[in-house]
């Protein structure tokens, strides 16, 4: 999905080198760790065999995509979107590929429509603090059980009931949580909503996500580098769609 599925795989890792030497640049203090994010579970529109609608990746791509990163020497995400699943349910699924120590976690509020029991892209769903620390829960066994260093959890988030009861959400050790701003918009709009949603119910380290088409197709050109590390906290993970 994105970029990541965009180009053929050699163009889109030579735009991935492409974005870390920007990065770098930018901020030559801090060392750039470039990755590549998978959704390993898509929400769908429709139910499907099982009437979850969401659809699971298979592992064969998973793996795929895994031997990609090995070779641009990144890290791998793996992105769940669980449409009427539950995170419950689902995450137990992939610790085959999360037991690997650099493979990291992401989780899709907006998808995650049990609640309102309506279809995916038709609204905006939630997770509740509850959810997040099962996840994170779940995270921090793993860790312990391989003998992991701690593992990158990613929480998606653009609108106020994207998370709920942020401010129960529990850090372990073992995991390190990004909240991630993954609105799009005009830049405007984009720094707004990093202040609404991520920076006014911090949990521990923020994210900020550029989408190469969505930001700028009215116009507006993408944020660069420079103009993301004026925010205020500075984002440590950046992500491109």
Known sequence: MGVLGEYPKDVMLQKLKGE???WQAADPARPVQPALHLIAVVAQGEP??????RMIIPDTTLNQVYGWAKEAGAIMFI?????HDDIRTILPRFEWILKNPDVHLG????????????KPGTKIGTYDAADINYASGYLKELVKKYHLPPKVFIVHRF???GVTNAKDIRLHPEVQMVINMDGWGA???????YKAYV?????QYTGFKLFYHNDTKKG?????????LKLNPKPLYIQYQ
């Open 220 to 228: 507006d050109a993408l944020l660069t580098p420079q103009e993301v």
């Open 48 to 53: 499907g065999k099982a009437g979850k609608y």
């Open 79 to 83: 992105d769940i979107q669980t449409g």
């Open 199 to 203: 920076v006014a119910e911090p949990v």
């Open 159 to 161: 609108t106020k009931g």
């Open 107 to 118: 989780i899709d509020p907006e998808f995650n429509l049990i609640k309102s029991g309506k």
């Open 20 to 22: 870390v030497a920007r």
């Open 187 to 193: 830049p405007w709009l984009k720094r707004d909503s």
